[in-house]
């Protein structure tokens, strides 16, 4: 597989593209993607999410990625290494020291669907790529605090929108950090469990259930479920099989996988593939 290399700390790009001129790849680099207009395919590991206009993904350099065009898209590029934020930890404020751009570009998390923020948000995210790519051609791009401050700022959105999946959280301050949570840890059955769900948001076991009904308007199992069976539609979508599928969601094999699949959508998985392709 094609391993695309960047040496220079920070690259931004700007470009329309009616077919994608990469094939499947890994990189060097990390990269920020923002679509202005257009549609298509984003196929990012094992996930294939659609396209438009205002969406964004994050590309680290474990993932595999390529884009399959729809319609006409145009592109703002963000591209950083690793030594972009170590380099300028001095130029970082105090407040943003506890997480790290590298370890949010890295979350599994971000990678599963179209990732979403609030208007106001959104907002600001398009100012910023903006003045961002207004700003690409400039001699002193990898010198200027003023860059790294912007793009700074759009981590600063992403932590504002989720808020920090790697700390302790606490559930009465912030519900959303539960969903968060669930997503990054929806492979590691273990961690998602009510004790151990409870025990990390403070909250007790026996209360559990009844708080997550009250707050979410469905049972705690039910979005478990749900979420792994839309996981594990975009599998079968992106081609996987069912030997790979039930590896990576801890199956013990593929007719535990059916048989769970079969007993939550009433569908059998080669039947869903026929009314999928």
Do not use: C
């Amino acid at each position: 597989m094609k391993k695309l290399r960047q040496f220079d700390a920070l690259v931004i790009e700007e470009f329309v593209k009616e077919q994608f001129h990469q094939p499947s790849h890994s990189q060097t680099y990390y990269e920020i993607v923002y679509i202005f207009t257009g549609t298509g395919r984003h196929f990012l590991n094992n996930n294939v999410v659609h396209y438009r206009a205002n969406d964004w993904f994050l590309i680290s350099p474990e993932d595999t990625h390529y884009l399959e065009i729809k319609r006409k898209t145009h592109f703002g590029v963000i591209k950083f290494t690793d030594s972009y934020f170590s380099e300028r930890k001095p130029l970082m404020p105090n407040s943003l020291l506890k997480f790290q751009p590298e370890m949010m570009m890295r979350n599994k998390a971000f990678k599963e669907m179209r990732l979403t923020m609030d208007e106001l948000s959104q907002q600001n995210l398009l100012r910023t790529i903006k003045t961002l790519i207004h700003s690409k051609d400039h001699k002193t791009i990898l010198s200027s605090p003023f860059i790294f401050y912007q793009v700074l700022s759009l981590f600063a959105l992403f932590q504002q929108q989720w808020g920090d999946m790697n700390t302790h959280y606490n559930w009465n301050n912030d519900k959303q950090a539960l969903i968060s949570f669930i997503h990054q840890h929806i492979y590691e059955p273990e961690k998602i469990q009510v004790r151990q769900l409870s025990h990390t948001f403070n909250i007790s076991p026996n209360y559990f259930g009844k708080y997550f009904k009250a707050n979410y308007g469905i049972t705690f199992r039910e979005y478990i479920d749900n979420y792994r069976i839309k996981l594990i539609e975009s599998r079968v979508a992106a081609g996987l099989t069912l030997r790979q599928i039930a590896d990576e969601f801890g199956f013990t094999d593929e007719s535990h996988l059916s048989n769970y699949f079969k007993k939550r959508t009433a569908t059998t998985f080669s039947n869903y593939k026929k009314a999928h392709q």
